[in-house]
């Protein structure tokens, strides 16, 4: 799971004070859709999303998902994955139209939602500290317990807790300020130190990253926990004291944090989240569905409303795009704590400079449609 500060603003007092986002709760509706309904379908190359469908299917769902009043059963996965195989690039179109059926997401009765970008990460560290390499990235911490409240409610699914035991009892762990502040200091949890409490913040936001040690080689990280706290969107926190929201994207927060000083350090403090690593080989960075992302083709969503590995039609407004929008098939593998709601997802465009360049800036609004396994569907 990573927590990313994908969707600075979920609701905006923009216009007064006592205004209010009077709302009912997130709700998935799904309206069943064509090929030819996708807006920029003709245009896109779908042979590209197949090596991340090809990850997905082979790690098959064990069980039923249920997708809003539709159910996914282990042979509609089975179905829908079986042609990968022998299947060459340019049938690819014709593959998922004959093994999928789309359907728009709603929230409710809104079609809109918010699709923003991550990226995997870029700092420079060490494996032990000195004058520069200051900044301690910490393991997973021994004592940290996680809780998936879905497992002791069905109303719970998709929330969870994380903590410690305190005499019998699961207490909250020490939030960001207690941890910066020397809470897991002399325990052995460092796996690296890095020059730049800021590239630190950040990399806790993505949730995966490349480390460049002096000697040049690389050390990659991916997520593997966090002290359970609420992710506050520092975004929000800015918007609230009013910066336009126009105005907040990652590039600006980074400078602002830079450019501040002491209120710089207590504005990320804001956020009391923060986010454990482990170190990964091979191929990466993992998402939440245990299956290494693919750049431009992975997604993040609520997986609450969404079940990984579920190719999705993203559609939807691109500063960076040639004619401003980003019309393209993404498959569902991933998650994240600010990535909440039905039509929502957090979009993966890799490693380097153009891919954090795009994903500081994709703050785009659109629709989605969800591919449905057609077995899925005509055995209804």
Same mark, same amino acid.
């Given at each position: 799971?990573?927590?990313?500060a994908?969707?600075?603003?979920?609701?905006?007092?923009?216009?007064?004070?006592?205004?209010?986002?009077?709302?009912? %709760? %997130?709700?998935?509706?799904?309206?069943q859709?064509?090929?030819?309904?996708?807006?920029?379908w003709?245009?896109?190359?779908?042979a @590209?999303?197949?090596?991340?469908?090809?990850?997905s299917?082979?790690?098959?769902?064990a069980?039923?998902?249920?997708?809003?009043?539709?159910?996914?059963? %282990? $042979? +509609?996965?089975?179905?829908a994955?079986?042609?990968?195989?022998?299947?060459?690039? $340019?049938?690819? =179109? @014709?593959?998922?139209?004959? @093994?999928?059926?789309?359907?728009?997401?709603?929230?409710?009765?809104?079609?809109s939602?918010?699709?923003?970008?991550?990226?995997? @990460?870029?700092?420079?560290?060490?494996?032990?500290? &000195?004058?520069?390499?200051?900044?301690p990235?910490?393991?997973?911490?021994? &004592?940290?317990?996680?809780?998936?409240l879905?497992?002791?409610?069905?109303?719970?699914?998709?929330?969870r807790?994380? /903590?410690?035991?305190?005499?019998g009892?699961?207490v !909250?762990?020490p939030?960001r300020? +207690?941890?910066?502040?020397?809470a897991?200091?002399d325990?052995?949890?460092?796996?690296?130190w890095?020059d730049s409490?800021?590239?630190?913040?950040?990399?806790?936001?993505?949730? #995966?990253? =490349?480390?460049?040690?002096p000697?040049?080689?690389?050390?990659?990280? /991916?997520?593997?926990?966090?002290?359970?706290?609420?992710?506050?969107?520092?975004?929000?926190?800015?918007?609230? =004291?009013?910066?336009?929201?126009?105005e907040?994207?990652?590039?600006?927060?980074?400078?602002?944090?830079?450019?501040? /000083?002491?209120?710089?350090?207590?504005?990320?403090?804001?956020?009391?989240?923060?986010?454990?690593?482990?170190?990964?080989?091979g191929?990466?960075?993992?998402?939440?569905?245990g299956?290494?992302?693919?750049?431009?083709?992975?997604?993040?969503? $609520?997986?609450?409303?969404?079940?990984?590995?579920?190719?999705?039609?993203?559609?939807? #407004? $691109?500063?960076?795009? !040639? *004619?401003?929008?980003?019309?393209?098939?993404?498959?569902?593998q991933?998650?994240?704590?600010a990535?909440?709601?039905?039509?929502?997802?957090?979009?993966?465009?890799?490693? /380097?400079? *153009?891919?954090?360049?795009?994903?500081?800036?994709?703050?785009?609004?659109?629709?989605?449609?969800?591919l449905?396994?057609?077995?899925?569907?005509?055995?209804?």
């Amino acid at each position: 799971m990573l927590l990313r500060a994908g969707g600075v603003l979920l609701c905006v007092l923009a216009l007064a004070v006592l205004a209010t986002c009077n709302r009912p %709760p %997130p709700r998935l509706v799904l309206k069943q859709a064509s090929f030819a309904d996708l807006p920029g379908w003709a245009e896109d190359d779908p042979a @590209a999303a197949l090596p991340a469908l090809a990850a997905s299917c082979a790690k098959l769902a064990a069980a039923p998902v249920t997708v809003a009043d539709l159910t996914i059963r %282990p $042979d +509609d996965w089975r179905a829908a994955c079986a042609p990968l195989k022998d299947l060459a690039g $340019d049938a690819a =179109r @014709a593959y998922f139209e004959q @093994a999928f059926i789309p359907f728009q997401a709603f929230d409710n009765d809104e079609a809109s939602g918010l699709f923003t970008g991550y990226y995997e @990460a870029e700092l420079h560290g060490a494996r032990s500290p &000195d004058a520069r390499y200051t900044v301690p990235l910490y393991r997973r911490p021994a &004592d940290l317990v996680s809780v998936d409240l879905g497992l002791f409610r069905e109303d719970w699914k998709g929330e969870r807790l994380a /903590g410690r035991l305190a005499n019998g009892r699961l207490v !909250p762990y020490p939030t960001r300020r +207690d941890i910066e502040g020397g809470a897991l200091r002399d325990q052995g949890l460092e796996i690296a130190w890095v020059d730049s409490a800021i590239d630190a913040f950040f990399l806790e936001i993505q949730g #995966s990253g =490349r480390v460049t040690l002096p000697d040049g080689g690389v050390l990659r990280l /991916g997520y593997d926990g966090d002290n359970g706290r609420k992710y506050v969107a520092i975004g929000h926190v800015l918007a609230e =004291r009013g910066v336009p929201v126009d105005e907040i994207t990652m590039p600006y927060l980074r400078r602002w944090i830079a450019d501040h /000083g002491a209120d710089g350090t207590a504005l990320m403090d804001e956020n009391p989240s923060y986010v454990f690593f482990r170190e990964l080989s091979g191929d990466g960075p993992i998402g939440a569905e245990g299956v290494a992302l693919t750049p431009g083709r992975s997604a993040a969503v $609520d997986h609450r409303f969404v079940p990984y590995g579920l190719p999705l039609w993203i559609d939807t #407004s $691109d500063e960076t795009a !040639p *004619d401003g929008r980003l019309r393209r098939l993404f498959v569902a593998q991933d998650t994240g704590g600010a990535i909440r709601g039905p039509v929502r997802a957090d979009l993966f465009f890799g490693y /380097g400079p *153009d891919a954090a360049d795009h994903a500081g800036k994709m703050r785009g609004h659109g629709s989605a449609w969800l591919l449905v396994p057609r077995n899925a569907v005509s055995g209804r």
